[in-house]
């Protein structure tokens, strides 16, 4: 099957079905029993009721200039398929700022993926495509310097995908992948109903998401721009939520800075953990920074309170739930080119973890500014 929106990418070595299926039968019989120890997700056996979500998968590229085959920082990747441990996801640098993750035996279509660069240099990432190769999920991205020339650059990716309607339904999540045109390239609403995008003009669009959220603003929402050869960056530009549902403005800019039409994906949670599930993780939280902190904005599912202190960087304070493997998204709030990324890697001290988002005007230096991040632990 070919990437969305890229070009084909190199196929994973493949495992016999066969095999692979005795992996997947022998685990959900280990997660009958334990479930309460595990960290991790797989697909339900029937669309009616999937668990949220049915594959996903996540990593933090550490070494911008990997060697062919590179497995990046074990502490911070996992995901959905059987022995994370044992099967590491690994990445292949395909040119200068280009590169493709292969997470394995993930294979399916559909899901969207995100991505944040981790960087002070005013660096941004986007995806150029998903798709399946051989037996895995191949996610390929494409960082860039501040005038849109591309960089080899530190990152966080993200791959999921959602079916059915989950039991117990706690909290709320939802996703939209689009075409410029408007066109839902896929979606997924944990209510059941059918999100909408509408085109508002040349780089902006109007997202409608049922059923999901509550009057005043609750949970968090991550964009990334998706497109195949330019370099592009998507943000929240507004956020309008109400009894029935959220909506939400987005807008892309290309590396000049003006409002572009490009493809771009939008997930949204409500005390669920950013690729999808409520538990587990039992390790997870969210913060909206839009010059205060809303309180249902403010998420820690250890009860905790996060905080925000600084502001280039900004360090955010998750207590409680610091757990490796664990990843992190950043997205822009606001009118305007301005966007964000993390400044480092998140560190984690006796079970709290620090966030460093930092975000950049349109010339690539920074400035303080507002944003959403979102931190989950595989367990």
Known sequence: MPMHAGTAVPPVRPVPADRAFRAVRALLLVLAVLAA???????????????????????????????????PDTTRQWGSWPSPAANPVRVDKVGTGSYVVHFPLIAGPGGIAHVTAVARTGSWCQVRGWGTAGTGQDVAVSCYRPGGAPEDNRFTVLYTTSSGVPTPAVGGYGYVYA????????????????NAVGYGGTGTWKVWLPGLGQASPAGNIEVTAVNPSAGARCKVADWVPSASGQTVIVNCYNAGNVLFDT???LSY???????????????YGYLWFNGGLPPATNFNSSGAVNTLAGSV????????IAVPSD?????AFGPGPDYCGLATPWNRSAGTVNLFPICFNASGSPIASRFFTAYSSAV
């Open 327 to 331: 990843t992190a998204q950043v997205t």
């Open 37 to 71: 120890l595990v960290g991790v997700s797989l697909p339900a056996a029937g669309p009616a009721h999937a668990a949220v979500p049915d594959r996903w998968g996540f990593a933090y590229l550490d070494n911008p200039n990997p060697p062919p085959g590179y497995v």
């Open 263 to 265: 493809r771009w994906t």
């Open 179 to 194: 075409a410029p045109t408007a066109s839902i390239v896929t979606q997924y609403n944990s209510t059941g109903a059918t």
């Open 313 to 320: 960087p900004y360090t955010v304070n998750l207590p409680g």
């Open 269 to 283: 949670s409500e005390k669920r953990a950013v690729h999808g599930p409520a538990f587990p993780p039992n390790s």
